[in-house]
Structure formats: structure tokens, C-alpha cells
């Protein structure tokens, strides 16, 4: 029942906001916001951040771009998770906040349930 962020943006804002030289307002307009300092490439460059999470059966899962993040306020996306029924027509009220809130990106989303073993 708690939306909790598990990886963070590795943009040259979100650096700034971490070292304290940009607040989060600050960030939101900035217009290199979206500026990647990490990213992973063909070239093999950057490491993926990983980590692992127990579960239990019910936990859902949001994988998405910053389409959805800048455009959807956590107790949105949150409404949206659940609302009740299947990963696919999450993704499609998480697809359509977005655009409806003046997404002016590409909104990717992926949904998924843990299930009972």
C-alpha cells in the first residue's frame, strides 16, 4: 500500500539537487532536466544500478521513463496503480494521466505483479 521510489534519475539536475547546490522546485524548471550524465550504451560505459527487494505476492512493480515521473504527482500514479485490475490497464491510466497532465515527451510504462509461487 506504499509507492516508494527505488532507483534514482542520473541526470545532471537530480546530481545538483544531491549535492544541494539546486532545490527540487529549482530542478523541475531547469531546462536540462532531462541532461543524462549515466546512461547505458552499446559501449558497455556505465553500470546499471541493481539491488535486490524482498516481495511478497500482491507487490507491484513500475518501471517507467521520466514521460511519467514529471507529468504525474506520486499520489497520482499511485491512484492509478491501484485502482484495481491488470497490469496492462494500469499501464494504460498511467499512459493517459501522463498525456492528460501535458506530457510534452514519450511516456513508457511497464507493470508488473509479483504472483504466488
Do not use: F, K
Amino acid at each position: 500500500g506504499v509507492l516508494s521510489r527505488l532507483t534514482a534519475d542520473h541526470t545532471w539536475v537530480q546530481a545538483m539537487v544531491d549535492e544541494g547546490r539546486m532545490s527540487p522546485t529549482e530542478a523541475d524548471a531547469h531546462p536540462q532536466r532531462a541532461l543524462l550524465i549515466r546512461a547505458l550504451t552499446s559501449g558497455g560505459g556505465a553500470r546499471p544500478d541493481l539491488s535486490v527487494h524482498d516481495v511478497v505476492p500482491g507487490d507491484r512493480y513500475l518501471l517507467c521513463s521520466d514521460g511519467l515521473t514529471t507529468t504525474a504527482s506520486n499520489a497520482a500514479i499511485a491512484a492509478a496503480l491501484t485502482e484495481g485490475g491488470s497490469p496492462d490497464e494500469s499501464v494504460d491510466r498511467l499512459i493517459a494521466l501522463a498525456y492528460d497532465a501535458g506530457a510534452p515527451d514519450n511516456v513508457a510504462c511497464v507493470v508488473a505483479d509479483v504472483a504466488a509461487p
